[in-house]
């Protein structure tokens, strides 16, 4: 698929309904299609999970939200797109959320994005009983919350933090950087003599959901539920975005792992591991056949989901240990 300016299908009359201009920036929602919103995904140089079509439209079958999508324009060229999920209660209230959104071409300035804020922001007002919870793709600093605060919103939870692992780099670069201990048990999983199976959908995909859904049920954990995981890859239209890693030891299966590729960038959504798995760091060995192949597929970034040291300290030492840089978000507003 083309990148760049070229992928970027200019049009004299921007699709969809017009909702607002500022600065020289006009906004428009629902007009784009699907194709063209995947091509803009892989256009921008990092993008999230939760911003592609293929994730507001999992909501559509297992939540009462239905996406909306808005494209800023600059002229006839896009330079930010922002995927919404709302909720009209009782036919008057609506309940609107954006998570880690919006994303951001390359040639937009730094008072471009923050006109392409306000115009996002324009469509949401209580006056109108909108209620707008907000998690922008910003990383936290006190200019961040300011500008939102200009906005009339305030911070009501604090940043969602991750760890980018920039896979540009070569292998051998890649493999130096990860944290000792991590590559330790790399190469004790490599002698272990297991078997590494990649599947896009089927028995492997269903083999790990499900025991993600009773690992989640059993441990009360703030993870994506298995029905809606299995609706964004239902959703996604190259069937090969998605990505089930699964390390077999004999013909047993002991260890999973599920990425979902989105232009340039992939993200690892969930996984299980059993003891024997576990015993034989399976999950290292499969994490690190999942950046192989990524890299082998054009991927540049891997997101690797999020990183909290108090509630999940033993997960988040682990994807620190891959060598990425970990960031945190400015936080949710409303």
Do not use: C
Request: charged share 25%; glycine share 10%.
């Amino acid at each position: 698929m083309a990148r760049g300016g070229n992928s970027r299908q200019t049009r004299k009359n921007p699709p969809g309904t017009f909702g607002g201009a500022r600065d020289g920036l006009q906004i428009y929602w629902n007009g784009a299609t699907v194709r063209q919103w995947d091509a803009w995904i892989e256009a921008i140089p990092r993008s999230s999970i939760e911003q592609t079509w293929a994730y507001g439209e999992a909501f559509v079958g297992v939540t009462p939200y239905m996406p909306a999508h808005g494209v800023v324009y600059r002229g006839a060229n896009p330079v930010a797109i922002v995927q919404v999920v709302e909720w009209r209660v009782g036919g008057t209230v609506r309940i609107a959320k954006i998570v880690r959104g919006p994303l951001f071409f390359e040639d937009i300035s730094e008072s471009e994005k923050i006109s392409a804020l306000g115009l996002i922001r324009d469509r949401y007002a209580l006056a109108r009983l909108d209620l707008l919870l907000w998690t922008p793709e910003i990383e936290e600093s006190p200019e961040a919350e300011g500008l939102f605060r200009r906005m009339s919103l305030r911070r009501v939870v604090t940043g969602y933090s991750s760890v980018w692992l920039d896979l540009r780099r070569d292998e051998a670069d890649l493999r130096r950087d990860l944290h000792q201990k991590w590559r330790n048990q790399l190469v004790r999983a490599e002698a272990e003599n297991l078997r590494v199976r990649l599947g896009h959908s089927g028995a492997s995909l269903e083999w790990l959901l499900t025991r993600h859904e009773g690992h989640r049920r059993r441990r009360r954990l703030r993870a994506p539920a298995a029905p809606f995981v299995l609706a964004i890859s239902l959703s996604e239209r190259n069937k090969q975005s998605t990505l089930a890693f699964t390390a077999h030891a004999g013909s047993e299966p002991i260890s999973a792992i599920l990425l979902f590729r989105h232009g340039r960038t992939a993200t690892y959504y969930i996984a299980w591991t059993g003891p024997e798995g576990r015993r034989r760091n399976a999950h290292n060995l499969l994490l690190w056949q999942a950046v192989k192949e990524l890299k082998s597929r054009g991927v540049h970034w891997l997101d690797l989901g999020g990183v909290d040291g108090l509630s999940m300290p033993g997960v988040s030492r682990f994807k620190v240990g891959m060598g990425g840089r970990l960031f945190t978000l400015a936080g949710t507003f409303m």
